[in-house]
C-alpha cells in the first residue's frame, strides 16, 4: 500500500493491516507462496493457549463443586460465565456496540442479536416460570426474577448508565470482556463503577423515601397470563425487528448515477459496510474515508509479461463438510459470529443460568465491593431502607469472591481466551484524557446500576426476559442515555 495511503488510515485511527488484508478466499487464489511473510500464520500456539485457559477453568469448577459452602451453584457460575464470555467475544455482543451501530450508522444488524436474545429467551423463561408458579397469582413473584419497581428513579438511572456507556466505550458487561482483549480503559471503567456504587449508596434513602417505596412493581404475567404476556412481549420484539428492517443493507434505493465523481457512487453507505468486529473506530469516518481513498489511482501494478502464475492448492478440507480447514478456523474463531446465532444462544444460556443459579448479572460483585468497604468503614448505617427486599443484581457485604464474581471472572479469562485464538488481543493505546473519561463514564454507569438494580445484562436483559416492565423502561431510557450521549460527542473523549 503506498506511503499516502498508510498515512490517510492511520489519520483515522485505522489498523492498515486489518483493513487492507484480502479475504480469505483472495488469499487462497493470490497465487503461489513466495515468501516467509505470505505464509498462513500458524494457529496451533494460540489455539493450545486458549484451550489450556478453558481447561483451566473448567478445572476450577470441578474443583469448587467439592468446596464447603460453593457446590453447584460456584461450578455453574464458572461454567455460565465462560460460555457468556466466549458469546460475547466472538459474538461482539456489546450492547453500546450494538445502540451506536444502531443510532449512528442506521445498522440494525447488531441489534437484532438483542431481540433475538430476548425473544428466545422470553419462551425459556416461560417454561420455568410455569414450573416454579404454575399461576401467576397476583401477590406472588417467581423466586429470583429480576422483577423491579418502576419510578421515576429508574429512567433517570438509565439515561445516566447510557451516558456512561458513551463516555466509557462500553457497558459494564462489554468492559469485562473487552478486559479480557486488552482494552486499556476497561480497569478505568470498572473501577469508576464501584465509585459510583458507592455513589449510590449514598443517595439510595433520598430516592428510596421520595419514589422508590411507593412504587409499583408490574410483571406482565399478573395482568395477561403466561401465554398473554408471552404474546404481547414476542409481538412487541417482532414489531421492533420488523420496523427496523427499513435499514438493512439491500433494502434502501440504489442512488441513479449522475454527475457526481466516482468517489460518492463507490463509498459505502451507512448501513451497507461488513459488520464491524468492535466498536471503537468512527462509522463516519470510515465513510469518509473510503470517499477519499476510492479517489486514489489503483495500486496495482501491470502484470509482467509471461504466462499468468498458477493458482496455489487449496487446504486441506474437513473430511466432514468438504470446508478447508483453515476457512473453518476463521469462521469459527476470527470471523464475528452471526447476530442471530449469537442472540439466540445468549437466550438459552439466561434461562440456564435462572434455572440453575441465578439470572444473568454483572454488577453484584462490584456493588458488593463497595458495600463492604463502606459498611466496613462505617459510613453506610442506616442508608439502604428496603434495599434488600427488592429484586435484582443483589450487594452484600462479603469478604470473599461470590458466585457472581466467579461468574464474572470466568467470563473476562474466556474473552480473553478467544482473543488470543481469533488473535485479537492487543493492548489499546491508553491517554490521560481516555483514562479520565472512562472512569467518569464508570462511575456514570455504577450509579445507575445500583438505583436500577442492574446494568444491561442485569436489569434490561434478564428483566425483559422474566417480562418485567421495569427492563423495558430502563431498555429504553439507556438507548435515550446512549443517544445523548453521541450527540453530545462523549464517545469522542478517548
Known sequence: ???????????????????SSP?????????????????????????LGAAAVLAAIAASAAWVYGVPGRGAASAFSLLFGAAFGILMQRGRFCFYCMFRDLIERRDPRPFYSLLAAL??????????????????????????????????????????FGLGMTLSGACISGHLYRLGEGYTRAPFALAGAVIGFGAGFFSWRTLYLATISKAPVPWLPHALGYSGALAVQLA????????????????????????????AATAPAAGNEPLSSDCSADPAQLRALAAVLSTLPPESPSPAPGPSPQPSPAPSASPASGVPLAELWQRIFVQRWSPGITGAAVGVLGA???????????????????????????????RLNGLDAFRGCVTMVVHTISDNGLFISALTAASFAMAV?????????????????????????????????????????????????????????VLAGVWAGLKLGLHRLV
Not at 417482532?238 to 466516482?262: E, M
Not at 488481543?425 to 472512569?439: M, N, P
Open 421 to 477: 485464538v481469533g488473535r485479537r488481543f492487543k493492548l489499546s493505546r491508553l491517554t490521560v484524557k481516555g483514562a479520565v473519561s472512562a472512569l467518569g463514564g464508570g462511575i456514570l454507569m455504577g450509579w445507575g446500576s445500583m438505583i436500577a438494580l442492574g446494568c444491561t445484562v442485569g436489569t434490561l436483559l434478564s428483566g425483559i426476559m422474566a417480562f418485567s416492565l421495569s427492563g423495558w423502561v430502563f431498555f429504553g431510557s
Open 352 to 382: 440456564l443460568a435462572y434455572f440453575r443459579v441465578a439470572p444473568l448479572g454483572v454488577t453484584s460483585q462490584l456493588g458488593s465491593i463497595a458495600r463492604t468497604w463502606l459498611t466496613d468503614a462505617g459510613l453506610l448505617a442506616g
Open 23 to 47: 479475504a480469505p478466499e483472495a488469499r487462497r487464489s493470490s497465487g503461489p507462496v513466495t515468501g516467509p511473510e505470505e505464509r498462513a500464520p500458524s494457529y496451533w500456539l494460540p489455539g
Open 1 to 19: 500500500m503506498p506511503s499516502d495511503r498508510m498515512a490517510s488510515f492511520e489519520a483515522f485511527g485505522c489498523d492498515p493491516a486489518e483493513l
Open 236 to 263: 412487541a420484539i417482532g414489531l421492533i425487528a420488523l420496523l427496523l428492517t427499513r435499514y438493512l443493507p439491500g433494502a434502501r434505493a440504489v442512488p441513479q448515477a449522475g454527475p457526481q465523481s466516482a468517489a
Open 119 to 160: 425473544a428466545v429467551g422470553s419462551v425459556c423463561y416461560v417454561v420455568i416460570f410455569s414450573a416454579f408458579l404454575p399461576t401467576p397469582t397476583p401477590g406472588r413473584l417467581p423466586p429470583d426474577a429480576h422483577i423491579g419497581p418502576v419510578s421515576w428513579a429508574l429512567p433517570a438511572a438509565g439515561i445516566a
